[in-house]
């Protein structure tokens, strides 16, 4: 099969990390049609996206034979499910073919996913279904629209198989782009090796390609922990600002660079509820919308525990230090999350009773099971005049008029003009999220060969700020009906 080249690939990992992967090769597929490319993005990362549509591209997407200058490799990493740890995870179904450095001269992973049994794939197929994929492609790139930091859908290409699942579906692959896969579930193979010295290298690299600040610290690893800590915490914040619920914070899902991955069971809430869980396996709500930050702080003390030996040598002081860095996870958390609420209800500065107005609203969403995301704009549409679609989400109860008023007090402090407020509301409240009912509609489309309804609400949700005539069905919940029944299953 001939493949088109991927330029100007580069293998730092691979060359610094001996002990962290295996080489392997991504299996052939019989008829690989290319169902989404990510053009823009192709050119942030320097190729051609027409070269990545030629019969040689779309066969280098799907992993049927390997671009000149790739050198695949299957990363391997540990990691907690659920609480329970595994000593030996890493990329079942995955290849990472090298980095590029993009346009701006940032180091990015070009990363197959579906590509085939790898030593590490254990009981699985080693396949992906082009359902999950797509479903990625478009939590990813939604997320990257709202500003949060994640990575990236190159492409999906559909492999021509059907793949077992529940029942027969379409298989595919994915090309993801991130700043790296290394997760905390590297770090927790990298130490249970034997070897210091492993993970003494996966933290240099780390640190020198995420969080290069921390190397000139005085105590570099403790700097580095800290730097993890506070880029996790403002990743958590940004889902909670925007109702997003992981569904799996494994440790090997959570990355060192801060960046969002591994969209499978996920889902933005639609009426607000700490409580809420949508992964049919989290049956103890551990990953809850309003558990994220607890469990984000768990799995930094993972990553912690790894690097004790890196801190200190006497392992009192180790422990110590490390404790007091994720002591100050909440605090980070309160933070981001905090400024983001500002930003979110249009106030220019923090205010005294902050942290009350902020939970009062909750607390009112919660009681009227208020749409989440509707809510937010509903509050500009306010500011404009219309205080109908508030009033029909919250209903007029004293309490709504009681917070109404304090938000108010607290937007005349500020003395701006309420119409450019609810215009800068609206630049950071999103209108159009990917909204499970929707998910899950365009993806059975799409697994019939239908593909218009996928590429209508990408493009809505990569345009999450802006109104559309015509699409208000995009910005309304899920049907009860929907709600109750609907989970997403780990079938990917
Ligand atoms: P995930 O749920 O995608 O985060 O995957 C958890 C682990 O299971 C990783 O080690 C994956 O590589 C592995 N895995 C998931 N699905 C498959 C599959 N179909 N074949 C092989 N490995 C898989
Ligand atoms: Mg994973």
Redesign the pocket.
């Known amino acids: 099969m001939t493949v088109a080249a991927i330029p100007g690939l580069e293998h730092w990992f691979a060359q610094e990390l001996p002990g962290l992967f295996v080489e392997w090769q991504p299996a052939a597929v019989p008829a690989p049609e290319l169902v989404a490319l990510n053009e823009p993005l192709a050119i942030e990362l320097g190729l051609d996206p027409a070269s990545l549509r030629t019969p040689e591209g779309v066969a280098t997407l799907a992993g049927n034979g390997v671009p000149a200058g790739a050198a695949p490799i299957a990363m391997a ?1 540990a ?1 907690h ?1 659920f609480g329970n740890y595994s000593p030996r ?6 290849l990472l073919l090298g980095e590029l450095l993009d346009t701006s001269g940032r180091r990015r992973d070009v990363h197959l996913k579906g590509s085939g ?2 030593p ?3 009981g ?5 279904a082009l359902a999950p994929m797509l479903r990625e492609f478009l939590i990813a790139e939604a997320m990257h629209a709202l500003g949060v930091r994640t990575t990236r859908a190159l492409a999906v290409v559909a492999t021509g198989e059907r793949i077992m699942r529940d029942g027969m579906v379409p298989g595919a692959v994915l090309t993801r782009v991130a700043a790296s896969h290394i997760r905390v579930g590297t770090f927790e193979y990298a130490a249970r090796l034997g070897d210091p010295t492993i993970v003494q290298r996966l933290a240099d690299h780390s640190m020198a390609r995420h969080h290069p600040q921390a190397a000139t610290a005085d105590q570099p690893y403790a700097a580095f922990l800290e730097s993890v800590i506070d880029a996790q915490a403002a990743l958590v914040a940004n889902w909670m600002l925007i109702g997003f619920i992981h569904g ?1 914070m ?1 440790t ?2 959570m990355t060192i660079s801060g960046e969002g991955i ?1 969209y ?1 069971p996920c889902a933005f809430m639609d009426r607000y509820d700490p409580q809420t869980v949508f992964s049919s396996i989290d049956h103890a709500g551990r990953y809850a919308y309003g558990n994220q930050p607890n469990i984000a702080q768990w799995n930094l003390a993972r990553l912690a525990e790894t690097l004790l030996p890196l801190i200190a040598d006497d392992p009192d002081a180790a422990v110590a230090t490390a404790m007091a860095q994720l002591e100050r996870f909440p605090d980070r958390f309160q933070h981001h999350w905090q400024a983001g609420m500002l930003a979110k209800l249009g106030l220019a500065s923090e205010g005294k009773g902050d942290a009350s107005l902020f939970h009062s609203l909750l607390d009112l969403l919660l009681a009227q099971r208020a749409d989440y995301t509707g809510s937010f704009r509903a509050l500009s549409q306010l500011l404009r005049g219309d205080d109908q679609p508030l009033h029909a989400m919250l209903g007029s109860d004293a309490p709504v008029d009681e917070w109404l008023a304090a938000w108010r007090l607290r937007l005349a402090a500020d003395g701006r003009d309420p119409l450019a407020v609810a215009g800068e509301m609206d630049g950071v409240n999103p209108l159009y999220v990917p909204r499970n009912h929707q998910v899950e509609r365009v993806l059975e489309a799409a697994n019939v060969g239908e593909l218009g309804p996928f590429r209508e609400l990408l493009d809505l949700v990569t345009h999450p700020f802006h109104e559309r005539p015509g699409m208000e069905a995009f910005a309304e919940p899920a049907p009860d009906a929907f709600a109750r029944t609907h989970q997403t299953f ?1 079938g ?1």
């Open positions: 990493y990691g499910q995870l890493g990329d079942g179904r995955a049994r790898t590490f794939a254990r699985g197929d080693g396949k992906a799996v494994n090997d899902n591994d499978g780990c990917t």
